[in-house]
């Protein structure tokens, strides 16, 4: 099976004893109820469970140790701004931030920065040291890609 064919690499219970099988009539089938579920939700909790699903996103592309594909912390700016509804000018002026500066944050031109990070928190419910955290990953992945000669450094090496 190729690795993109893999939904859950875990398993389905975490102990990678099983693959998700997309045709199987019971993965239908809770696809179906999910869509049936999501179909009866009001517009504000499918606005919550969205912006519950990006705070996932995030805490999940910091746990990740991948390097190479970068997501600028103002992408998931923009991913929320979609999810309620507000354009980045109207957000640009409540937070009284520069509109080409939110624009360079959100294309990753520019970073998130401390008073970005609060403002942000307070307005989507993610703590700023998240945002700030991204930016940081990205810094370091960006540095590490650049310069693959840190793998000559260990400890065993220091000592002897």
């Known amino acids: 099976m190729k690795k993109s064919e ?3 690499e875990g398993g389905i219970n975490g102990l ?3 693959l998700v099988n997309l045709n199987s009539q019971s993965f239908k089938s809770l696809q179906d109820a999910i869509i049936a579920h ?3 939700q009001s517009e504000s909790e499918v606005m919550k469970n969205s912006m519950i699903s990006l705070r996932f996103q995030m805490e999940s592309y910091l746990s990740s140790d991948e390097i ?3 997501i600028p912390a103002g992408n998931f700016i923009e991913k ?3 999810v309620v509804g507000v ?3 109207k957000f640009s002026e409540y937070i009284e931030y520069d509109y080409s500066n939110l624009i360079a944050t959100l294309k990753g031109r520019r970073k998130v920065n401390p008073d970005l990070a609060i403002k942000v928190g307070k307005i989507f419910g993610v703590s700023p040291a998240i945002w700030l955290h991204i930016e940081s990953k990205n810094e370091l992945s960006a540095y590490l890609r650049a310069e ?4 000559k450094y260990s400890l065993l090496e220091l000592v002897k």
């Open 6 to 8: 893999v939904v859950n």
């Open 16 to 18: 990678g004893e099983s």
């Open 38 to 40: 999501h179909a009866n």
């Open 68 to 70: 190479e594909n970068i």
């Open 80 to 82: 929320f701004l979609k």
């Open 87 to 89: 354009s980045k000018k």
């Open 148 to 151: 693959p000669s840190y793998e």
